[in-house]
């Protein structure tokens, strides 16, 4: 009888729908010939496969090794006695033949690190991770001392539990031999002391029984004995587990967790870090954790995470065998940064975890409130991600933030919370639509609730991450399937899901070997490197399509669930390349070629090679990318379809992302479908989500609304197109708005949790769900006093007004801490003017009692009054309900909403404001001429994403006529144009908002201009050839400290029904922002900009500061921001981090490169000008009454904007 192994693994990893893939397989197998290979049985908790034995490395095959939980654990035994326990297991009563125990620590180290577990004695050069025996193990050098090597987290041993120890251990060739033993702090008791030697490696085990009391200073470190005459050695060690016996029988686990029970609670206040350590966000980190006084609520003392290098370092626990993969619990936690150091983007609370050998990086929780100022108090609910062998959370700053500053952590709580509720009386979305509806997902949602509502909803998933490329390998051309993509293959095929591939070859997540040969040099276009290249790209699609054909039937076979692939994704460049496509690696090595061959690879692995036979094409196979919407994009996009056609490219279908937000116009997106209309192609919405910004209940309602527009443009585009060229499916980029890549923008249908928001009452088309639109106004911070001039303060000019019902006039207001300052023109003259303002009723009247303070003035036939509302308790970031009605008698003339009805004002930071000196044209050079001398300048000080560190600029303005002048001075260490994004080059961006009219979307009259520091232009939102024909002239040149860029704007745009209308000249103002990219070639390092916090310019005009232009008789030398209220402000908002991820953030068309030189316009891109915004906008209900009164004076509204993607 052959040999076997018997895996056994508790039922949480083993899914029972194992067993139906098993029978499937093995029929597979044996129409080809041969016999059944794997079997599988899944019982109580305990799942079972068989398969005959593979050759595992030596080491790695311990039968005194101890099974972690959820470890595969691999024994060779007889089948006939194996049968016999299952037999037992299957058969037995409530007392099972096998104990599953609970992981409490382990550590493998085939990931490279050491886990949870740290250095005990020696030095940063004591530990390494070396290859050895077929595996990864740790090294420990020149040991010196019995307790040199490596500890257990500290925290993690409980008082009256016995737990079981488990380690393999051998001393370096030629050490002579000795003992070695785990020893438990502070008592020192020895466990498993046993001889070791360097032939061979040895297994200790051993148990120990807590006592009774406080167990917060227990720890065990490995220790050795010293060997005479040999005063260092090195040993090894591999295959760490500590586990504790946990019962198992029919029914519910003993002493399961229940709802309330509290599984993590530190508060440092002992002095005790509870298991908590140190966490090295990189191989050159050591960041150091400190318990200091002061802790939140006035409580002792707090853990300090300081000394940190790199944005991963932070603070740890291990939490193997005690949260469990796939269940939600709830964080509380108390955050803070020090006193003056940088928040930036704020903080996230993640995971590390490991399956088969695999570890995967999860972000949890965003926790972008925290400040430098105070404590914040975090509440939210995470589930913990699939793991079978060692999982940690910690706590870090923002993925590619950069900030290191030091931060504090108290008061933490991990607990069980309440089930989740899904509420399956809901239509479910997929009801509502003729075509497959999808869900982009990771393991998280397979399990509890959350597959409850994924189930209800939706019909297919996507793998958000785990089919990237990258995701499939754990070292050069060493192939594994991710355990998250297993995962979700299991889910699709139990319950009958179709999966949509994403993605087999894309620039971004894609190992940096694969364009290096065996050696480590990087390949080029040479004829050998070339074929090589090719070769990879063959054998990866291959491995893909056999990998899971052997484990889930053929192609089209009914126990197969995957149906599309992703095939190329983001290949289109966001800049004019000859071509149109983006200059990646594989772009350098293959050029257009890649894009073939990975179509035909796939085509020949999926459609034939592991199809089944009668099945006709089972996956289909698209091109995907992101800014289809825009017609520059989009155009270069079609080109490159219309050429693999020609080519006759196995291709099926075109993928539209649409990362939109409520600014973008709907008529763009039936722009981008429509473009591929008579290609015969299907068409498929891969990774729709729609962001919010701010998140507050009004533009939640917009959303709705978006969401609404959105479906029906998508059940119309499919009922009228040909059959060929229907919408394949549509994919929300996310099940719930805590689990999205875009979390603080709540871009998704349903909450946290997993209660249906105004989106998915639109989606499904329920007008009954969406609440009425609400009005929304923008109050920067600033005061104006009653007093002569208050009617013709700089705070009013700076922004348009509100406007009122029925023609009646407008309104402004500013905020302080006292009192909101409201100014009402009215065209009436009022009896008295009321306000509703945060749940109470307030009015003014001259010398009427009970008035609020303030004042009133005719000005040209018509009244302002200002008024000061009383308040306390504000600061930006906050909202309240307003509303403003103007009175003659009874009647209300006018008001700001509908009766009974209130608006919602959203408190900011001072708005930025600048002079611009009317002088004599520079010469446009690149050059600090004697014009620009006596020219303030502004600083590009807020860091809105990437490091505080990272380049900023000295800005300056001028103009003379109608055209503005800019220079930027900017400083950068390093100077990096690699990146093959223009967003991700060392470039500046000038933001313009002719006019001033702050209406959130961008119009015909607003401009992105962005230009890098070789002078290579290219522009994000709006018309790309409208923002050419603006650029004058551009210049740049380098500097002893960076580069700098000079450019001269035409300021034209459109008014009264035309074109090309001059809007520059004295006493105008218009809407401004400076921004500076800092490019490294690992990706963007920093984003720093003047006026908006928010990192979202690029697709929001409401928050970018505002420049008023004054004659040239005006001093010029005043500081910037000197108006009451004008401050550009010193601290920065923690922003929205609008681009971390490779080939995420927009950018259209871009000029030829002309380094160091002038330029003047460029020439038209191929895009056409499109169309009207048809919903949505952060603006207020006012701004888009004068938006509509702007369009009947012939201005058209044309709004382009950049995406981005993960």
């Known amino acids: 009888m052959s040999s076997r192994e018997w895996i056994w693994r508790p039922t949480w990893w083993c899914a029972a729908a194992r067993h ?43 039968a005194t090794t101890k099974p972690r939980k959820g470890a595969l654990v691999h024994r060779r035994i007889s089948p006939l006695v194996s049968l016999a326990a299952v037999g037992a297991l299957i058969l037995g009563g409530a007392a099972p033949a096998v104990a599953a125990p609970t992981t409490i620590s382990s550590v493998d180290f085939e990931d490279g690190t050491t886990g949870a577990w740290t250095r005990s004695g020696g030095t940063d050069s004591t530990l390494r991770v070396i290859d050895l025996d077929g595996g990864k193990v740790l090294e420990v050098i020149d040991r010196d001392a019995d307790y040199v090597g490596i500890q257990t987290p500290s925290g993690i041993f409980e008082a009256e539990q016995t737990y079981d120890f488990s380690l393999r251990i051998r001393l370096a060739p030629g050490t002579p031999d000795t003992s070695a033993r785990l020893v438990m702090k502070p008592s020192y008791t020895w466990i498993g002391n046993t001889p070791v030697t360097a032939s061979s490696w040895t297994t200790i085990t051993g148990s120990y029984t807590a006592a009774a009391g406080d167990a917060s ?57 509870d298991g908590w350590t140190a966490r090295a966000g990189s191989d050159t980190s050591d960041p150091q954790i400190t318990i200091v006084d002061g802790g939140a609520d006035g409580t002792a003392a707090a853990a300090q995470v300081g000394q940190r290098t790199h944005e991963g370092d932070g603070v740890q626990r291990d939490i193997t065998g005690l949260l469990e993969p796939g269940k939600t619990y709830a964080l509380s936690a108390a955050v803070r940064f020090a006193p003056g150091s940088a ?209 889930y039937g053929l192609y089209g076979s009914d126990t197969n669930p995957l149906v599309a692939w992703d095939v190329v994704n983001e290949v289109i460049s966001d800049q004019a390349t000859p071509d149109g496509l983006r200059t990646s690696r594989w772009y350098q090595v293959l050029g257009e070629e890649f894009i073939r061959l990975a179509f035909q690879y796939a085509d020949d692995a999926f459609n034939d090679e592991y199809a089944a036979a009668g099945t006709d094409r089972p996956v289909k196979l698209f091109i995907n990318d992101y800014n289809t919407e825009i017609d520059a994009k989009g155009a270069q996009y079609a080109a490159l379809v219309e050429r693999l056609l020609d080519a006759d490219v196995p291709i099926d279908g075109v993928g539209h992302q649409f990362h939109t937000s409520i600014n973008t116009p709907i008529s763009a997106l039936r722009g981008a479908l429509e473009r591929f209309e008579g ?15 701010p998140a507050d209940d009004p533009n939640r309602v917009r959303q709705g609304y978006y969401y609404r527009d959105v479906f029906d443009l998508m059940r119309e585009y499919h009922a009228a197109a040909p059959a060929a060229e229907k919408i394949y499916s549509a994919t929300i980029w996310g099940l719930t708005d805590t689990r999205s890549w875009r979390a603080e923008q709540q871009p998704l249908l349903f909450t946290g949790g997993f209660e249906p928001k105004p989106a998915y009452y639109g989606a499904i088309d329920d007008s009954s769900g969406l609440p009425s639109l609400i009005t929304t106004a923008n109050v920067f911070e600033g005061d104006v006093q009653p007093g002569a001039g208050f009617t013709d303060a700089a705070e009013w000019r700076n922004l348009p007004f509100n406007p009122l019902t029925a023609n009646a006039g407008g309104w402004q207001a500013r905020w302080n801490p006292d009192h909101l300052a409201v100014i009402v023109r009215s065209t009436a003259t009022p009896d008295r003017v009321a306000f509703t303002y945060r749940g109470q009723e307030y009015f003014f009247a001259p010398d009427a009692a009970g008035s609020v303070p303030g004042a009133q003035a005719v000005v040209d036939g018509e009244t302002y009054t200002l008024a000061h509302l009383p308040h306390s308790d504000v600061a930006a970031g906050q909202g309240a309900d307003f509303d403003v009605r103007v009175l003659t008698g009874d009647q209300v003339v006018g008001a700001w909403n509908s009766p009974g009805a209130t608006g919602r004002l959203s408190f900011l930071e001072p708005l930025s404001f600048v002079r611009v000196p009317e002088l004599t044209a520079p010469t446009v050079d690149g050059q600090m001429d004697a014009t620009w001398a006596d020219v303030p300048a502004v600083t590009t000080g807020r860091t809105v994403e990437g490091s505080a560190e990272g380049a900023s600029a000295e800005v300056r303005t001028l103009w003379e006529d109608n055209t503005l002048y800019v220079l930027f001075d900017v400083t950068d260490a390093v100077i990096d144009l690699s990146a093959s994004d223009p967003w991700q080059q060392d470039s500046v961006e000038l933001f313009l908002d002719l006019g001033n009219t702050k209406a959130g979307t961008y119009g015909p009259n607003d401009t992105q201009i962005r230009i890098s520091a070789d002078n290579v232009l290219s522009f994000g939102s709006g018309n790309t050839a409208t923002q050419q024909a603006r650029v004058a002239a551009s210049a740049t040149a380098r500097t002893d400290t960076g580069y700098r860029v000079e450019v001269a704007i035409d300021l034209v745009g459109q008014s009264g029904g035309q074109s090309n209308v001059p809007l520059g000249g004295v006493d105008t103002v218009h809407g401004i922002d400076f921004q500076v990219n800092d490019g490294r070639p690992a990706g963007r390092f920093a984003v720093k900009t003047w006026a908006d916090p928010t990192g979202t310019g690029y697709q929001n005009t409401a928050r970018w500061g505002v420049a008023e232009f004054v004659a040239a008789a005006t001093d010029p030398g005043t500081d910037p921001g000197t108006d009451p209220g004008m401050d550009p402000g010193t601290d920065p908002g923690p922003g929205t981090d609008p681009g971390t991820d490779p080939g995420t953030e927009p950018g259209t068309d871009q000029g030829t490169p002309i380094p160091g030189t002038a330029s003047g316009p460029l020439p038209p891109s191929r895009g056409s000008a499109d169309a009207l915004a048809t919903t949505g906008g952060t603006a207020s209900l006012g701004a888009l009454v004068l938006g509509g009164l702007l369009l009947l004076s012939g201005a058209a509204v044309a709004v382009r904007r950049r995406s981005q993607r993960a």
């Open 20 to 62: 139906r893939r098993a029978e499937e397989r093995r029929r597979v197998r044996d129409e080809r010939g041969s016999a059944p290979t794997e079997l599988s049985w899944c019982f109580r908790n305990v799942c079972v496969t068989t398969r005959p034995a593979s050759p595992r490395p030596a080491h790695k095959l311990s």
């Open 217 to 273: 200073g227990l720890q065990a470190y490995i220790g050795t004995s010293d060997i005479a005459g040999t005063p260092a050695y090195s040993y090894y060690i591999d295959d760490i587990v500590v586990t504790t016996e946990a019962a198992s029988g029919g029914g519910e686990e003993p002493g399961a967790p229940q709802p309330g029970d509290v599984l993590i609670d530190t508060d440092f206040d002992s002095g005790d870090l």
């Open 343 to 551: 928040p930036g983007q704020g903080l996230t609370l993640s995971a590390r975890t490991v399956s088969g050998g695999t570890q995967n990086f999860s972000n949890l929780l965003q926790i972008e409130n925290a400040t430098a100022s105070g404590w914040t108090t975090v509440r939210g609910e995470f589930t913990v991600p699939t793991y079978d062998s060692a999982a940690e959370i910690y706590v870090e700053a923002r993925y590619n933030s950069g900030n290191t500053s030091t931060f504090l952590v108290d008061q933490v709580q991990v607990s069980v919370p309440e089930a989740a509720q899904v509420d399956t009386g809901l239509t479910p979305v997929q009801d509502t639509v003729d075509f497959p509806l999808g869900v982009a997902i990771d393991s998280r949602e397979t399990t509890g609730a959350a597959s409850d509502l994924l189930l209800h909803h939706f019909g297919q998933i996507t793998p958000e991450n785990h089919m990237k490329v990258e995701a499939w390998y754990t070292g050069p051309g060493q192939f594994t399937r991710n355990a998250e993509a297993t995962a979700l293959l299991d889910y699709a095929q139990a319950e009958d899901l179709r999966l949509y591939g994403h993605v087999l070859v894309w620039h971004s997540q894609t190992p940096a070997w694969f364009f290096q040969d065996d050696g480590g040099r990087e390949l080029t276009a040479s004829d050998a490197d070339k074929q090589l290249l090719r070769d990879r790209l063959r054998t990866h699609i291959f491995d893909v399509a056999a990998s899971i054909a052997d484990d």
């Open 679 to 693: 290609f015969g192609l299907l068409q498929a919405i891969t990774e729709l989500d729609v962001t919010i910004n």
